[in-house]
């Protein structure tokens, strides 16, 4: 298998996954005056489309960064790469959870585990990647693992504490699943391409 088929596999997985969250989201069918309540009632759902929307559309952007280093494709690159995209494929199903049951403590801990998987998994490649430099165009040396590493250790620090606070502060753990969000956008802003450490000026 070439890079490209690859690729364009992976986008594919990634589109439909993000697709399939809007599925959690339905027309309320109420008569006219209960409409507006209805539409309150949907507001956890819609929450919850929007963080995995971008959630998704994060570990999009970071699979193509990771893209733009890899130059060649072996078979072991390849099926670590499906299962990066099983973890995230998977991910409308615990964002349903989360949507039908907002602050239970069931779906709040299978979205984070879920998380979790697709940090580790995004590692293992990184890793493999590292060990294996005849398939990037650029090696991926100790100040490119500097960069990436921590940021897998305090995401999944941060999502096992959201796990954690959903037996006792359920709204926490949305605080950090949204937190981790943003603090992820905001380093990606800054840093283009954390492999090899090009970084914006300023």
């Not at 995209?85 to 984070?112: E, K, N």
């Amino acid at each position: 298998m070439n890079k490209q088929r690859l690729e364009a596999f992976s986008d594919g997985v990634f589109a439909i996954a993000i697709t399939l969250l809007i599925l959690t989201i339905r027309v309320p069918d109420v008569p006219p005056p209960a409409l507006g309540s209805a539409l309150v009632q949907q507001l956890p759902q819609v929450a919850t489309y929007v963080l995995s929307f971008f959630v998704v559309a994060l570990y999009w952007l970071a699979h193509h960064r990771m893209s733009h280093v890899v130059k060649q494709v072996d078979g072991t690159f390849v099926w670590l790469n499906m299962l990066w995209l099983l973890f995230v494929s998977v991910l409308p199903f615990p964002a349903a959870l989360l949507a039908r049951y907002p602050l239970q403590v069931i779906p709040i801990a299978v979205y984070g585990f879920d998380l979790i998987l697709v940090n580790i998994t995004g590692l293992f490649v990184t890793l493999y990647l590292k060990t294996h430099p005849t398939l990037t165009t650029v090696p991926i040396g100790k100040e490119g693992l500097r960069t990436v590493i921590p940021a897998y250790v305090w995401t999944n620090g941060l999502y096992l504490a959201a796990i954690g606070l959903g037996w006792l502060l359920p709204w926490a753990s949305y605080v950090i699943f949204a937190g981790v969000l943003i603090a992820v956008a905001v380093r990606y802003a800054k840093i283009l391409y954390p492999f090899t450490r090009t970084v914006k000026d300023g």
